[in-house]
């Protein structure tokens, strides 16, 4: 069985910086897209950007330019970069990635952005 495990948030004020990362365990072969979706409270949950096997990225618009999202395939490692958050950035965060061709979902961390 897979597990994505995800680390990194918690409480900031407006402007500041947060690191999330995600942590996949288990019987590995191939991590294909690796993505990361917020669910703001009374919202649909949406994806804030993703990054393909070959390191292309895309972003949402409200994302670009504050966010970069990266991976380490060597230790099966995604991580989101978030810098100049807003209050509007506060959303319960979920690692999303394909495994061996199935998709797994994180736990979802909390990030609360303080105006």
């Known amino acids: 069985q897979v597990q994505l495990v995800e680390s990194g948030g918690g409480l900031v004020q407006a402007g500041g910086s947060l690191r999330l990362s995600c942590a996949a365990s288990?019987?590995?072969?191939?991590?294909?897209?690796m993505a990361w979706y917020r669910q703001a409270p009374g919202k649909q949950r949406e994806l804030g950007a993703y990054?393909?096997?070959?390191?292309?990225?895309n972003y949402a618009d409200s994302a670009k330019g504050r966010f970069t999202i990266s991976r380490d395939n060597a230790k099966n490692i995604m991580a989101l970069q978030m810098n100049n958050l807003k209050p509007e950035d506060t959303a319960v965060y979920y690692c999303?990635?394909?495994?061996?061709?199935?998709?797994?979902w994180g736990q979802g961390t909390q990030v609360t952005v303080s105006s």
């Open positions: 999303y990635m394909v495994v061996n061709g199935s998709p797994y």
């Open positions: 288990g019987r590995i072969f191939d991590i294909n897209t």
């Open positions: 990054i393909t096997s070959g390191g292309t990225t």
